[in-house]
């Protein structure tokens, strides 16, 4: 069972104005990347998920880490998006684009 939560933009705003919410301090940390970064994101629709042992490097997983709860799934994300590009450049360069 997931523990995710269907809200409205709307019922936000009660969060946030109830008090429930609270802005982002001033003083959060951030993470500055490249101009471009995100020029052919595109949103992927979720599948199911096959569990694997993966052993990286701490200093990458602390990165993912660092911006909270769902890492793993940022991690996923940009291994998709790096597929989904290797794949469209094979594809070009075999059909001559």
Do not use: C
């Not at 269907?6 to 609270?22: E, F, V």
């Not at 001033?26 to 629709?45: H, L």
């Not at 200093?59 to 940022?74: C, I, K, M, S, Y």
């Amino acid at each position: 069972m997931t523990n995710i939560k269907n809200i409205s933009l709307d019922d936000i705003r009660a969060m946030k104005d109830s008090g429930q919410l609270k802005d982002t301090p001033e003083d959060a940390p951030t993470k500055d990347m490249p101009d471009g970064f995100w020029d052919d994101a595109k949103v992927v629709k979720r599948t199911k998920k096959k569990s694997v042992h993966l052993r990286i490097d701490p200093d990458v997983l602390e990165f993912f880490q660092a911006d909270g709860p769902g890492h793993l799934t940022r991690m996923n994300d940009v291994l998709r998006s790096y597929m989904i590009a290797k794949k469209e450049k094979s594809h070009h360069q075999h059909s001559g684009d």
